[in-house]
């Protein structure tokens, strides 16, 4: 029996959305409507809108994305990210989940991966 604070991984998770490469994000309610703004890395100009059901006051989590600046302007609020990100938008109920990954972190696991594989291959040459 699960408790009723337990806040393990769902597995009914409706991804909402994938975005490479964003910038940050604008979170933003009128009235009735909830939506989230992405803009580009490099390229504030052009943005991508994801809607979220009218009628419904949602809780958003950010979770996982270094952020260097948070701007709040009602009725919004602006996110900017440390690095470009890829982005899943996830929603379960009223919950809106937004996880990212650092295109530049990925890089460089990488790139460290690369370098411990070189080192275990001198090692075993001789």
Known sequence: MMAKNDLSVDTNLEVV???KNAGGIILAVTE???WIEVF???DAMHTRTVN???GRMFNIYIEEIPH???LYEHP???IFFAAPCDLEITRDGD???VTGRSRRATS???IATKRTISRAGAKTRG
Request: aromatic letters at 4%; hydrophobic letters at 40%; glycine letters at 4%.
């Open 108 to 110: 460089r696991r990488q």
């Open 40 to 42: 580009f890395a490099g």
């Open 17 to 19: 959305a994938t975005i």
């Open 68 to 70: 260097k600046t948070t």
């Open 32 to 34: 009735d409507r909830n």
């Open 95 to 97: 919950r809106v989940i």
């Open 52 to 54: 979220l059901p009218a």
């Open 76 to 78: 919004r609020t602006m």
